[in-house]
Every structure is written in C-alpha cells, then in structure tokens.
C-alpha cells in the first residue's frame, strides 16, 4: 500500500529480479531502464563501482521523472579482486562457475533512493560473501542448463537452484543477493513516508 500523498516509486532497471522484489509488498511503481553504459572507464574499485553505477542508473531515469521518488541498484560480484561480470552466454558461465569453484565470492549490491520532496540522495551497499563448493564442469554443466543464468553476475541464481553450488552464504540481507536489499529499502521508505504492508 502507498500513501496517496507520497511521490510514485520508479525502478530505475530493467532486472526481473528487482522487480519480484519490490513486488513482494508495493502495490504500484513503475520500472525504467536507466540504459547506461556499465564499462568501468575510470578503473574505479568494485565498491565504488557499484556505488557509481547505481548513482548514474537512478540519475539516468530522475532526467525525465524528477518528481518521482527513484531507486536504482546495481551489483558487482568479486572473485579475488576481478570484477565477475554477466557471462551472456553458457561457455562463459562454466568459466565462471569453474573459477569459483571452492573460493568465496563477494557480492556488492548498491542501492541509491533519490528523494524529491527532502531533495535528498540516499546510498547504501550491502555485502554477501558465497563460499563456492568444489565441483566439476559436470555439476557447472548440469545447473547452467538447469537455471540459464547467463543475465546474472557471477552465473547462479540464488532463487533458482544456484544453492546446489554453495557451501555458505554470509549475509544481513538475503535478497541483497538477488539484486536489491529489502530491508534497507524497506526501512528507508518507511522513513520518507511510505505506508507498506
């Protein structure tokens, strides 16, 4: 439920997967794909990285709804320092998996809220570490067909079968994992206003 007098809630993304999340409990927003380019010109770290990326995506979309209250997300995953991009296709997703494999990846997912009624930008990164099991190309085979995860970085779904591939998940938000942490961005619509569920 959303107070009628509160600013319409845009989605700046074009991910399913925030989608379903932010359907769990708002009755009405509107998602938009911030189309921008996601290369990593200034070599920035993984953490700005995200920070940036969900910055520009949520900045992207404010151009032409500036009074709208604007959420953009963005999400890095790293293994050993390298950035683990979207594999896009099922070779790169077993090179992916198979590096993984019996090491822990980190997953950075940043959110940023703009405000229009405080003119206020509110920024958040939520932290989930995944230890990978060792496995084999076969199981990596196996679960890629299974999932197709090819749209996802680091090449699982965690709302799929992707835990076959885990041996832990260390987290304060497990839907940080899935691309937008809800309970930050529940508690901060709460904060501005937002009656939810």
Known sequence: M?????????LASSSPYRRDLLDRFLDSYEAVDPEIDETNVDGLSPKKLSVHLARKKAEAVAINSRDALIIGAD????????????????????????????????FLTSVCILDPVGRARYEHTDKTVVRFR???????????RHDEPYDCAGSFKLEGAGFVLFDSVRTDDPTGLIGLPMIWVADRLLHLGYLLP
């Open 2 to 10: 959303q107070n009628p007098t509160a600013p319409t809630i845009v």
């Open 75 to 106: 999400q890095v995953a790293v293994l050993e320092d390298k950035v683990l991009g979207k594999p896009g296709s099922h070779a790169r997703a077993v090179e992916q998996l198979l590096a993984a494999s019996g090491k822990a990846v980190k």
């Open 134 to 144: 060792n496995f084999d190309r076969r199981l990596a085979d196996a679960y890629l």
